[in-house]
T-cell receptor, first 112, second 116 residues
């Protein structure tokens, strides 16, 4: 059983469209991060959300952390081909060790 | 460029063999993490070292081992390789030791292991 479920698994859209991807769990996280991974590269951090209900914007990307800190969403406005990549959410839980749990990701393709 | 260097980038070997993957963390980062990424399992945490000592363990098989050296570089040793070990192996580094936090992980470009 995957601790963090991401949906959809695959998404192919045209340039200029809007989209939302989701990251859901039955567990509570102390913080949640979103990473983007491009082919042949490692994941790169986009944002970290910490507070339940928190909304963060990064240009055309809007990230939201659920009130109960169990889920998150990423909304992209007017998608561009450069947004193409694998979007991964990763949750951190409190404790003495720092272990990020990753979802399997949403593979986004934005067609020109 | 994340500042994390992994070698080799690609590795092809046979079942039953042993390989060593190497990672140099970002300058100044004391923590090194190893992750395995496959299509069916996604990115799975294997193990973390902080300043030379093991700090956290994830889904690491007994056939796998790792260490962090005094110069902070780390090696992941994979032995008695099986077909199912074929995957991308990522190293990441951070400045944090552990505990609940919001620190960023900086990932290398990964080592792609193919076991034939």
């Amino acid at each position: 059983t995957q601790l963090l479920e991401q949906s959809p698994q695959f998404l192919s859209i045209q340039e200029g469209e809007n989209l939302t991807v989701y990251c859901n769990s039955s567990s509570v996280f102390s913080s949640l991060q979103w990473y983007r991974q491009e082919p042949g590269e490692g994941p790169v951090l986009l944002v970290t959300v910490v507070t339940g209900g928190e909304v963060k914007k990064l240009k055309r990307l809007t990230f939201q952390f659920g009130d109960a800190r169990k889920d998150s969403s990423l909304h992209i406005t007017a998608a561009q081909p450069g947004d193409t990549g694998l979007y991964l959410c990763a949750g951190a839980r409190g404790g003495s060790n720092y272990k990020l749990t990753f979802g399997k990701g949403t593979l986004l393709t934005v067609n020109p | 460029d994340s500042g994390v260097t992994q070698t080799p980038k690609h590795l092809i070997t046979a079942t039953g063999q042993r390989v060593t993957l190497r990672c140099s963390p970002r300058s100044g980062d004391l923590s090194v993490y190893w992750y395995q990424q496959s299509l069916d399992q996604g990115l799975q945490f294997l193990i973390q070292y902080y300043n030379g000592e093991e700090r956290a363990k994830g889904n690491i098989l007994e056939r796998f081992s790792a260490q962090q050296f005094p110069d902070l570089h780390s090696e992941l040793n994979l032995s008695s390789l099986e077909l199912g070990d074929s995957a991308l192996y990522f190293c990441a580094s951070s400045a944090l030791a552990g505990g609940p936090g919001t620190g960023e992980l900086f990932f290398g470009e990964g080592s792609r292991l193919t076991v034939l």
